[in-house]
């Protein structure tokens, strides 16, 4: 009797453990096993490529295309766009050694498309992944040649602006993105941004004892901290990345400026010239005015 | 080298007709007032010269969309409800609204005061009351300068706001398309006046100093541009396709000597002629229309080359 007494006590112990979470979960729309860490547990998360231990065996952009539905999950893409939101990039060092550069969204801070989406499709989520909304986009392209990245791409089938969601749908369900889950090299890790930024300042003095002078941590505060953090070998610009990408709207103000300054001054000055009638210019008859009849 | 085109010849189509309009619009309107109304015509004319050609630039907008029948979501959208959509920090939003207010007050309002003088407008419902409004045109006019500056300056500033190295490095591709537009803008004067048969050799020897102007700015723009880029070491793929590449054709012959320099000369020969064939001016005209597409189309598809 006392043993069953004690399940007893158990039995309700956990089930008000149970009913009270479940309804916590309820109120508060959180996802089962999200909810000791918050809605989005992924926001702190980063991915590190490490570019001294890729081998190209583009594993990443199969397992990507696999994972996203996209088509022709075998074929090899230059460059990222509509249908290959992951590729690897060969790039030839000074010494003839191939680099191998893992190209996606990386997932910035303050991403351009962003901001200079004017349906505000392309969007910073809540746990820090770069979005385009499908069902807002218009097709414009404006963010196709914002990206500093060269990143999304235009898909004719959709009509919308397309790109790497940071395996968004498999983050939700506890999983990580595929192309790290892919990488048979251990080129590609997810964790914690700090773990991970501990991790590739040791790879990156490995790299500088072994040689490798230009060595270096790349994405820690380029456009606000990137979310994927790189591990390169030599500098930025040879391995086809911009050294300060810039944020395509972050001299908007200037841009305009010479605008007005040029129609107002430039144009207008001239024009007042020209056009301007002195006295014993012939007055200020009409010239020219015939009815349209 | 990757050549892939974001926005093409649909996107140049509209950047130059909104160019052209707004210039036609604020040349005439400035004419007219710092004349104080000598040449009045070139405002009425001017005003005639925008609503048509802005709609099928927007048309071609539309037809570049991926989605042109979600167009609206550049406006208004319905999720989480209804609400006016404006993204500050993008152009091309800011540029939607600046079209609006540009089409109203310069495409619609304004010519609609003009057309209450004409025989054929005091007839219509509306526009009839306009008639004799000679003030209140002016004011309108004089507010309506502002959008069409603006919407001059945003085809340019639309491309500079970007990564693309030849359009967003340096500041210039808004003063070269200001320039362009100006020249494109007094082209379409003189083939509207031409039209309407008042395209007098006073008007003319006018325009054709406005258009000296702009071309000397365009000139030097690109000129500018190019060694600033060259300075910096950016876009060097795209201006050795411009001077001497795959582009060279379209800026040797297309943007430089057919669409601006023939037509200066030839406009240049008409006035030094006084009373010569007024054919001459409105070729010239075309050729220069076509020199400011060919410009747009050219910054476009040289962008893309990295």
């Known amino acids: 009797m006392k043993e069953v007494g004690i399940k007893r006590r158990c039995f309700l112990k956990f089930s008000g453990l149970a009913f009270a979470s479940t309804a916590a979960n309820c109120f508060f729309g959180l996802r089962p096993g999200f909810a000791a860490e918050g809605r989005t547990p992924w926001r702190n998360k980063a991915m590190l490529n490490d570019t001294a231990k890729c081998i190209g065996c583009l594993s990443c952009a199969t397992a990507c295309k696999k994972a996203n539905s996209l088509p022709d999950p075998y074929k090899y893409s230059l460059e990222t766009d509509a249908e290959t939101w992951t590729t690897v990039k060969f790039k030839k060092a000074a010494d003839n050694r191939v680099l191998n550069v893992k190209m996606q969204c990386m997932h910035c801070t303050t991403p351009s498309c962003a901001g200079i989406c004017p349906t505000g499709a392309a969007r910073v989520t809540e746990g820090g992944v770069v979005v385009i909304d499908q069902e807002v986009c218009i097709g414009c392209k404006n963010c196709v040649v914002a990206c500093p990245f060269n990143v999304p791409g235009f898909s004719e089938e959709t009509g919308t602006a397309r790109k790497c969601i940071f395996c968004k749908g498999r983050l939700e369900k506890g999983l990580i993105p595929a192309c790290a889950e892919a990488c048979p090299a251990g080129a590609i890790e997810f964790g914690n941004r700090s773990d991970l930024l501990t991790k590739a300042t040791n790879r990156v003095n490995e790299l500088i004892n072994r040689g490798y002078q230009n060595a270096q941590v790349y994405g820690i505060d380029q456009l606000g901290g990137l979310k994927v953090l790189y591990v390169l070998p030599e500098a930025p610009e040879a391995l086809g990345l911009p050294h300060s990408p810039k944020l395509a709207n972050g001299d908007s103000v200037l841009k305009w400026a010479t605008g007005i300054l040029t129609a107002g001054v430039l144009a207008v000055a001239p024009l007042r010239s020209i056009f301007q009638e002195r006295a014993g210019d012939g007055g200020s008859k009409p010239e020219g005015r015939v009815k349209i009849t | ?306």
């Not at chain 2, 969309?65 to 920090?89: A, C, E, K, N």
């Not at chain 2, 609609?112 to 009839?128: D, T």
């Not at chain 2, 001059?152 to 003063?175: D, E, H, M, N, R």
């Not at chain 2, 007094?186 to 083939?191: D, K, N, Q, R, V």
């Open chain 2, 1 to 306: 080298m990757t050549y892939e085109v974001v926005w093409g010849f649909p996107v140049a189509l509209y950047l130059f007709l909104g160019g052209m309009t707004s210039a036609a619009f604020y040349i005439g309107v400035l004419a007219e007032l710092f004349s104080k109304g000598k040449y009045r015509n070139l405002a009425r004319i001017g005003s005639y010269t925008i609503l048509v050609p802005i709609v099928i630039g927007l048309f071609m907008l539309l037809v570049d969309l991926g989605r042109p029948l979600s167009f609206w979501h550049l406006m208004i959208q319905s999720q989480p409800s209804w609400h006016l959509v404006l993204q500050t920090g993008s152009v091309m939003s800011i540029g939607v609204w600046l079209l609006v207010i540009y089409i109203i007050i310069c495409g619609v309002i304004y010519p609609a005061f003009w057309l209450a003088e004409e025989s054929v407008g005091s007839r219509l419902p509306i526009v009839n009351l306009l008639k004799g409004k000679e003030k209140l045109r002016k004011i309108i006019g004089y507010i309506g300068i502002f959008p069409a500056f603006l919407v001059s300056i945003y085809t340019g500033v639309l491309l500079a706001v970007s990564s693309i190295s030849l359009w967003g490095t340096t500041p210039f591709i808004p003063i070269l398309f200001v320039a362009s537009a100006g020249t494109a803008g007094i082209a379409s004067l003189i083939i509207a006046l031409y039209c309407v048969k008042q395209l007098s050799f006073e008007v003319m020897e006018k325009l054709v100093k406005a258009e000296t102007v702009f071309v000397c700015l365009e000139f030097l723009t690109v000129f500018v541009l190019i060694v600033t880029l060259l300075f910096k070491g950016q876009a060097l793929e795209a201006i050795k396709a411009i001077l001497g590449g795959s582009l060279a054709v379209l800026f040797w012959i297309g943007f430089v000597l057919a669409g601006a320099i023939l037509p200066y000369l030839m406009n240049h020969y008409h006035l030094k002629l006084r009373n010569g064939e007024k054919r001459l001016p409105v070729v010239a005209s075309v050729l220069s229309l076509f020199g400011s597409l060919f410009l747009r189309y050219l910054v476009l598809m040289a962008g893309y080359i990295r």
